[in-house]
């Protein structure tokens, strides 16, 4: 079991910056692919980005954010981070933080452990 809450969402104007966090209950926290995911009005749930669990220290992205966003772990904290920079209005919705073993499964998804999810909002 993993239990995930985020923190970090807020207003900005565009092309600011803000850091999301994600703290993980359990002690396997280090074994876990970490994931964001966001949701805007109206629309599903998509994938944002994720860090591979163990050591491997692979990271993933959308094509929307890639090059503008930084997902990174600090497994002594139990926390996964998303640095969001040069922010876009259609960057707004709530931001969900998943966890899961296996990364493919995390990647569409799939999984049981999501956190509440955190507004951003980007004004123009």
């Known amino acids: 079991q993993v239990q995930l809450v985020e923190s970090g969402g807020g207003l900005v104007q565009a092309g600011g910056s803000l850091r999301l966090s994600c703290a993980a209950s359990?002690?396997?926290?280090?074994?876990?692919?970490m994931g964001w995911f966001r949701q805007a009005p109206g629309k599903d749930r998509d994938f944002v980005a994720a860090a591979s669990g163990w050591s491997g220290g692979n990271t993933y992205y959308a094509d929307p954010v890639n090059g503008r966003f930084t997902i990174s772990r600090d497994n002594a904290k139990n926390t996964v981070y998303l640095q969001m920079n040069t922010l876009k209005p259609e960057d707004t919705g709530v931001y969900y933080c998943?966890?899961?073993?296996?990364?493919?499964?995390?990647?569409?998804?799939?999984?049981?452990?999501w956190g509440q999810g955190t507004q951003v909002t980007v004004s123009s």
């Open positions: 998943a966890a899961d073993s296996v990364l493919g499964r995390l990647q569409r998804g799939e999984t049981d452990y």
């Open positions: 359990g002690r396997t926290f280090s074994t876990y692919n």
